[in-house]
């Protein structure tokens, strides 16, 4: 049974100042799909994250995220960051940023954490097997505590789509693995958008990849051929044929 | 010892004392965010040009410290809106505000009818001449620090550490921004009688710099920061009262150092290992 999309962009194209970006990008996705958006660094790949957010606002074409506008709906989206977006060294536990979630979900600026706020903190925790850490502050941790910290604070949000900005840019393969898996796990409930440049490994976890690189093309992830990669990067990349 | 017996027996070091404690509390709580969020030339900027208003309010009310309060905080908001705003000219503008403040200050002074003001004690701090009312004025502010960051402890930290999650959601980290620029701006306010417009920023900083080193994080940081402040001002005023010696310098000097044999004795430290 065909649903209305959860996120559609039309017709949208983005520019920063001369420079353009993004060239009249279509893009639907449905609610429980985990799409992959890959493309070359400078492809656009953020300034759509942005723009989904509500934190840019498009030139032309139109933008529809759960039936609203971005801004006013961006609360339901769980966004976790690339880790250069705050400082490394910030003095915070793992159970304060976890919590920092909670924060949008208050009627006033000076409320404490209710008892409520907690108990979804350390449920989420656990789900990412994080609890161990709670005490711990953030520059002990390795990249993929630390990035599990991240997906935690976006899922406390109890967000219906979870957006991913680069997960593995920063952890090794084993950490990579494990992040996946999670995010395969959280698939069941809600809607996952990753982004990344690497795109060999993200294939056999989700179900839809779009490519971008100011245009934008959609594939299923197993017809995905070496000559689609070439003209997204437009020169040759190493790319491994693999079984799903 | 000399210092005990004299401190029993003298108001004016008892006053000081009491400033130094209070000060402390200040630099304690403000100080953390300024270190975590590396603002400390954008506190350079509000201590320095704040000069500028208190000349004019010398000028008009031959009251230099009526100004320093609004002064303080208009100043912490432009500078708050040049960092919002004007990114890309931002460290020449707000250096332009810092000696354009000064130089206000200057002129208004030499241009104000009677004796001469002792702007040292504008500029590096006059705590043996600190009077009850001054002290009063400091425990209010300190109040009122205690107060704004127990209340909203929360979105600070949230606002201050990943700013763009924040708003997305929902808080509002523009207010909170200049919210805790303002808080600066107080405490530079706060810290003044003690060292100075001039040294301000040392003792807002060396102290939660040298806490950072220790405890990784806030709250226990705020409170090594305060009891750091506390050893500072106490032992700077010790010194300067055995040698005879300006006060602020003092503590800064043994803020100063303190923060270069923590620093060395980490490396040192880290080698071992």
Known sequence: ?244 | MNFLQDLWQYSFLQHAFIGGILAAIGCGIIGPYVVVKRISFMAGGIAHSLLGGMGISYFFWQDPAMGAIPTALILAIIIGLIHLYGRQQEDILIAAIWSMGMATGVIFISQTPGYAVDMMSYLFGNILFVETAQLYQMLGLDLVLLLVVALFYRPLQAVTFDPEFARLRGVPVTFFYLLLLCLVALTVVLLMPMVGLILVIALLALPAAIARLYVTTLKPMMLLATLLGLFFSSFGLYISHLWNLPTGACIILVAGLCYIFALGGRALWHYRI
């Open chain 1, 1 to 244: 049974m065909p649903t209305a999309p959860i996120i559609e962009f039309k017709q949208v194209s983005f520019a920063y100042q001369q420079l353009k970006v993004l060239d009249k990008v279509d893009l639907q996705i449905e609610a429980g799909e985990f799409l992959g958006l890959v493309g070359p660094n400078g492809g656009g790949k953020s300034t759509l994250l942005k723009l989904m957010l509500g934190l840019l606002q498009p030139q032309s074409g139109q933008i529809n995220i759960l039936g609203g506008k971005p801004v006013e709906q961006a609360k339901h989206l769980g966004y976790v960051p690339q880790f250069a977006s705050f400082p490394r060294d910030y003095p915070i536990a793992v159970a304060e940023v976890v919590l920092s979630g909670r924060l949008g979900t208050h009627k006033h600026w000076w409320s404490r954490y209710k008892a409520e706020d907690k108990a979804i903190a350390e449920e989420v925790m656990q789900q990412t097997e994080i609890s161990d850490l709670a005490g711990r502050s953030i520059d002990q941790l390795s990249g993929g505590q630390l990035q599990r910290v991240l997906i935690a604070r976006a899922l406390v949000t109890q967000p219906q789509v979870l957006i991913l900005d680069e997960p593995t840019a920063n952890i090794d393969h084993r950490a990579e693995a494990d992040i996946f898996d999670l995010l395969k796990t959280l698939q069941q409930q809600r809607t996952i958008i990753v982004v990344s440049h690497d795109i060999g490994f993200i294939s056999q976890y989700i179900s839809r990849v779009a490519c971008l690189n100011q245009t934008l093309l959609c594939h299923d992830p197993k017809s995905l051929t070496g000559g689609d990669i070439q003209d997204l990067y437009h020169h040759d990349v190493q790319a491994i044929p693999h079984q799903h």
